[in-house]
């Protein structure tokens, strides 16, 4: 049963367009959600995260929104660049549990 | 500080052969975690600590043992390695204070190979 889910293996886009990386949940006792990304050969690094009580923060570049009616939160990246091409893990906790659920990752590519 | 360190880079076992998958932070934090990372299957949780002398278990223990008994170490140990056991393992710690949620930190990785 996969509570954090990320239905796309893969997104390419062009340098200065925009990245939009989806992810659904279906576990409604989860209130924290976090982007990671991460680089082959190194450990993933947090990139953004959202509290529940939001449904958008934004950092820099970095935008992640969050509704949780269709429990589903995306994270736009504006304008994506090159250096951006990477594997973006969505993951969730919740009830005030340090444990992290991932999703599978989405590849995404930057093309110049 | 050197955050959250892991060794070996790589190994390769035999099948039955054991070792111990090594994992220190230097950030004091409370709470740390072993991941296991598969080809099409995401993050997944092995076990975790929220101090030192607790453990419990993750998502796929089976196989593994680990102890807490500093704050800064994590040892993941593979009893019996197994083919089914080859993967890229990630420690991850992070502050862990009650009601305050914080991100992980994750180690490099350890890459291991079970023949």
């Known amino acids: 049963d996969q509570q954090v889910k990320q239905n796309s293996p893969s997104l390419s886009v062009q340098e200065g367009r925009i990245s939009i990386l989806n992810c659904d949940y279906t576990?409604?006792?989860?209130?924290?959600f976090l982007w990671y990304k991460k680089y082959p050969a190194e450990g993933p690094t947090f990139l953004i995260s959202i509290s529940s009580i939001k449904d958008k923060n934004e950092d820099g570049r970095f935008t992640v929104f969050l509704n949780k009616s269709a429990k589903h939160l995306s994270l736009h990246i504006v304008p994506s660049q090159p250096g951006d091409s990477a594997v973006y893990f969505c993951a969730a906790s919740g009830d005030s549990n340090y444990k992290l659920t991932f999703g599978k990752g989405t590849l995404l590519t930057v093309n110049p | 500080n050197a955050g959250v360190t892991q060794t070996p880079k790589f190994q390769v076992l035999k099948t039955g052969q054991s070792m111990t998958l090594q994992c220190a932070q230097d950030m004091n934090h409370e709470y740390m975690s072993w991941y296991r990372q598969d080809p099409g299957m995401g993050l997944r949780l092995i076990h975790y600590s929220v101090g030192a002398g607790i453990t419990d278990q993750g998502e796929v223990p089976n196989g593994y043992n680990v102890s807490r008994s500093t704050t800064e170490d994590f040892p993941l140990r593979l009893l019996s390695a197994a083919p089914s056991q080859t993967s890229v393992y990630f420690c991850a710690s992070s502050r862990g204070l009650a009601g305050s949620y914080n991100e992980q930190f994750f180690g490099p990785g350890t890459r291991l190979t079970v023949l």
């Open positions: 576990n409604s006792m989860f209130d924290y």
